[in-house]
């Protein structure tokens, strides 16, 4: 699982990276 990732990167910052990549691949 992804537990150990979820632990070192706040739920919410990946949030926020997957919201930047969505808007860089689909402006």
């Known amino acids: ?3 150990p990732l979820l ?3 706040d739920t ?3 949030t ?3 919201g930047d990549i969505y ?3 689909g402006a």
């Open 12 to 14: 919410r910052n990946v």
């Open 1 to 3: 699982m992804f537990t």
């Open 7 to 9: 632990e070192y990167f």
């Open 16 to 18: 926020i990276r997957v």
């Open 23 to 25: 808007k860089l691949r």
